[in-house]
């Protein structure tokens, strides 16, 4: 017999930055958070797929001038971004579908957009 587990979510960090993120489960009330280094992934235990997950982010690297002036040059003072407002990951309401992007913004309220992108790994038969 084999037997494997998965994490029903996992979070990949394609960001050029290291983040901090928070799963938070609306029906449940359970939120969920953790730090994730640019590049890496973290599998998410404690989540119903079937609830209305929400997703937040705050940018731990404060030195991303660099990274912004390649995208807009009038960016490139902008130091620190605040945490992202909330986005729907998931829900089982068909009035609330999943959002394909987010925004973190600085102190002077600076915008920048964040696309999310969601790949479903169907479990394997043996």
């Known amino acids: 017999m084999t037997l494997r587990l998965r994490a029903p979510l996992e979070v990949e960090n394609l960001l050029p930055y290291d983040i901090r993120f928070r799963i938070h489960d609306k029906h449940s009330g359970l939120s969920s958070s953790n ?5 890496l992934s973290s599998p998410i235990h404690t989540v119903e797929v079937s609830h209305l997950m929400l997703i937040s982010i705050s940018p731990e690297d404060t030195s991303m001038s660099s990274a912004l002036q390649i995208l807009r040059a ?7 971004l605040l945490q992202s407002d909330y986005a729907i990951i998931g829900s089982d309401d068909p009035e609330l579908p999943q959002e394909d992007h987010f925004h973190v913004a600085d102190q002077q309220g600076n915008k920048l957009m964040l696309k999310l992108h969601y790949q479903y790994v169907s479990p394997a038969l043996p």
């Open 35 to 39: 730090w994730l280094s640019k590049g």
């Open 74 to 80: 009038d960016w490139a003072d902008m130091t620190d």
